[in-house]
Structure formats: C-alpha cells, structure tokens
Nanobody, 121 residues
Framework: QVQVLESGGGLVQAGGSLRLSCAAS????????MGWYRQAPGRQRELVAT???????NYAESVKGRFTISRDNAKTAVYLQMNSLKPEDTAVYYC??????WGIGRPFVSWGPGTQVTVSS
C-alpha cells in the first residue's frame, strides 16, 4: 500500500505565498503521475496541477501563472509553489498519486488526508 502525506498548508494574506509538499512512501511501486487537487466548502474537488513521470505538467486555468508544480529527483515527492494567492484559493488541498503497485500487481490511486490553505483578504 502506498501512503501519501501532505504538509505546508496554513493561513496567508492575499498576495502572499505558500509551498505545499507531498511525499509518497511504500514498497514495490512505481509512480506514473502526482498532482494536487483542492476542495472548497460546498464545492466539488477540482484539479489544481499534475506532473507525470516524464515531467509533463498540467494546470487549472485559474492557477496558471501563479502556481508551479515540481517534484524531487527520486520522483516520490511533489511540491506546489503558490504565489499571488487569492481568497478564492482557500480550500483543503489534496495530493494524488497514480501508479503501479508491483506487490499486488495492479494500478493504484492514493490520496493524502489533505492540508488546509486559507487566504485572507
């Protein structure tokens, strides 16, 4: 089983920055992509940004030019640098990991428990 854990959320004023981190751990797995999703109160969970094992990135239109997704060289951690934050960015941010679990012989999808980001106006 692949475990995922986020860190780095908090309270920041509009225009400020935060950096989220996510680490995947376990045995006998290969990650195909990692990404960040967010869910605000009363709204559905939405994609923020993803990065594949090949380094291709994808961003929601609402965060393009403000957020940057990156990963570590071992490709088991992913980061989200969030600049020029707006109150509408307030949400719980979840890390998502897609890959193959060689131990059970099938693909997996793992989510972290989430980290709260609050942007005050």
């Amino acid at each position: 089983q692949v475990q995922v854990l986020e860190s780095g959320g908090g309270l920041v004023q509009a225009g400020g920055s935060l950096r989220l981190s996510c680490a995947a751990s376990g045995r006998n797995f290969r990650i195909n992509s990692m990404g960040w999703y967010r869910q605000a109160p009363g709204r559905q969970r939405e994609l923020v940004a993803t990065i594949t094992s090949g380094g291709s990135t994808n961003y929601a239109e609402s965060v393009k030019g403000r957020f940057t997704i990156s990963r570590d060289n071992a490709k088991t951690a992913v980061y989200l640098q969030m600049n020029s934050l707006k109150p509408e960015d307030t949400a719980v941010y979840y890390c998502n990991v897609l890959g193959n679990d060689w131990g059970i012989g099938r693909p997996f999808v793992s989510w972290g428990p989430g980290t709260q980001v609050t942007v005050s106006s």
